[in-house]
């Protein structure tokens, strides 16, 4: 029998936890539990569901107010990694209709050792009822992408076999950090590295359902965008277009916010959206809202100071990441663009 996990989020029994606060733009929303949100996505109107790449367990937060995470799963077992190594570095997640799918970076380590255990795709169902939310695995994880990516003939002049061999954030490394629906219910696999030539790379992933379930993945032509010689960091769908945080390869400098219409066009540099102070890796967009606002997710990894013992150590109830909401159409509206930090949305 295959192993599936299951988790009930019973919503009666938390609505005082989780009302919404109308101030919470205000300043960034620290959420506890795990030290990032590297991949995320709404669940209904309320919540939302996270993977860190620091472990194989999903949390589930509140997206209107901080604090600790209302419920997890543990994947391990499901993900058939080491329980010495049980980091699979999920990096990033999609959502079509009701099944989410989840990606890890399929890199190396940063000295440059193979991790079978970031080598995973995988999906989850989301089940709603009067009860809450039921989030469910799906299929089996997959962990030949990586190989069919090296060996997909459109891919060869990327050369993703000798990306695969270098640490990721190292020049021409390889790392996956980007995944999103299409319009035509298809995936989008996005680098933050390689950057080919300076241009971001996406692949598109044409049978996510049937890769579950074992088949070999079939990828389409790959797709350039310019990003400013920048990586995906994430990215997500709306009607049509698609919010791209990109990032430096290598980890060094300062993410920047664009919106691609998905055609031929070059994406639009978000000019006026300060990222400053963070390091965002997941967009998490709310059907009712859309790009009215959109929730970026920070990595916040850090290390608690042990006075004692002179070390640095992880210790699980001090681990937290922020998120923040930026209002792109608003500030379309008025000639600039805005974080929520600037608008009082009291008024």
Not at 92 to 100: H, L
Not at 134 to 148: F, M, R
Not at 180 to 197: E, M, S, W, Y
Not at 214 to 239: C, E, F, H, T
Request: aromatic fraction near 6%; charged fraction near 25%.
């Amino acid at each position: 029998m295959k192993p599936r996990f299951a988790f009930v989020l019973v919503l009666c029994c938390i609505a005082g936890v989780c009302a919404r606060a109308v101030d919470n733009v205000l300043a960034p929303l620290v959420h506890i539990g795990a030290v990032d949100g590297s991949a995320a996505v709404a669940l209904d109107a309320e919540h939302f569901v996270a993977a860190s790449d620091e472990d194989s367990i999903l949390r589930v937060y509140c997206r209107d107010r901080g604090g600790p995470a209302l419920q997890s799963v543990d994947l391990t077992g499901f993900l058939d990694v080491p329980v010495a190594s049980p980091e699979t570095d999920i990096e990033a997640a999609a959502r079509i209709a009701n099944r989410a799918y989840w990606i890890s970076s399929h890199g190396r380590s940063n000295r440059g050792n193979e991790k079978e255990a970031r080598c995973r795709f995988f999906a989850t169902d989301i089940m709603t009822s009067e009860y809450g939310v039921n989030l469910v695995s799906v299929g089996k994880p997959y962990k030949d992408l990586l190989k069919d990516l090296i060996e997909e003939k459109q891919l060869e002049p990327l050369r993703l076999a000798d990306a695969a061999a270098c640490p990721p954030k190292s020049a021409g490394g390889l790392s996956i950090e980007g995944l999103c629906a299409t319009p035509d219910k298809h995936l989008l696999i996005g680098f933050r590295n390689p950057v080919p030539q300076g241009r971001a790379l996406l692949v598109p992933l044409l049978n996510a359902d049937a890769v579950i379930q074992g088949r070999r993945a079939q990828l389409g032509p790959p797709v350039r965008l310019d990003l400013g010689g920048l990586g995906i960091r994430d990215m997500a769908l709306w009607q049509g277009e698609y919010p791209i945080i990109a990032g430096p390869p290598d980890g060094r400098g300062q993410s920047r916010l664009y919106r691609w219409a998905g055609d031929d066009k070059s994406p639009r540099l978000l000019n006026y959206i300060s990222l400053k102070g963070l390091n965002p890796e997941a967009v998490v967009i709310y059907l009712d809202k859309g790009l009215q606002q959109v929730q970026v997710l920070s990595d916040d990894s850090k290390k608690v100071q042990n006075d004692d013992a002179g070390k640095s150590e992880s210790v699980l109830g001090q681990k937290q990441f922020r998120s923040i909401w930026i209002l792109p159409m608003l500030a379309l509206r008025y000639g600039r663009f805005q974080t929520t930090s600037d608008v009082n949305t009291n008024n």
